[in-house]
Nanobody, 118 residues
Framework: QVQVVESGGGLVQAGGSLRLSCTAS????????VGWFRRVPEKEGKFEVA????????HYTDSVKGRFTISRDNAQNTVYLQMNNLKPEDTAVYYC???????????WGQGTQVTVSA
């Protein structure tokens, strides 16, 4: 069974930066698509933030383009989300997920809280 673990969340002032990290046990991330998602209390479900597709293409939701960057360190089996110029509306629980079957996000981490103060 694959275990996905996130870290790096915290409290930051608007305009600041954080880097989130995601690692997985038992598998090499380089073989799969990996994505970052976020959840806010007032809405159901998790929403896409940034995805690193297995094909090599990266995708970002419009609200974070130019501010967030997803990257991989295959030697450390780690995926990062660098978040710059953070805004209060970025406040959320951020989750890392992996697609090992090519069709769905079938492995998820526990989430890490990001809070951005005005």
């Amino acid at each position: 069974q694959v275990q996905v673990v996130e870290s790096g969340g915290g409290l930051v002032q608007a305009g600041g930066s954080l880097r989130l990290s995601c690692t997985a046990s038992g598998r090499a991330f380089s073989r799969y698509s990996v994505g970052w998602f976020r959840r806010v209390p007032e809405k159901e479900g998790k929403f896409e933030v940034a995805i690193s597709w297995k094909s090599g293409r990266d995708h970002y939701t419009d609200s974070v383009k130019g501010r967030f960057t997803i990257s991989r360190d295959n030697a450390q089996n780690t995926v990062y989300l660098q978040m710059n110029n953070l805004k209060p509306e970025d406040t959320a629980v951020y989750y890392c997920a992996a697609d090992t079957e090519g069709t769905s996000w079938n492995y998820w981490g526990q989430g890490t809280q990001v809070t951005v103060s005005a």
